[in-house]
């Protein structure tokens, strides 16, 4: 999508070599079509909640 690109292009244009995120488990196939791929799970919420942390090299 455009606006995934465009944070891309802003973060490596001031320096940054990659970005993370926690991602809705619904979303992990979204990410992963714009060029993101799966690192590993966060560490449990407050209320149990774990979800995947994605990741993209700029």
Known sequence: ????????????????????????PNAVGFYERMGGRYLRDSPPSEWGRITPVMGVEL
Do not use: Q, T
């Open 1 to 24: 999508s455009r606006l995934f690109r465009f944070v891309g292009e802003r973060a490596a244009a001031r320096g940054a070599a990659h970005l993370e995120w926690e991602a809705d």
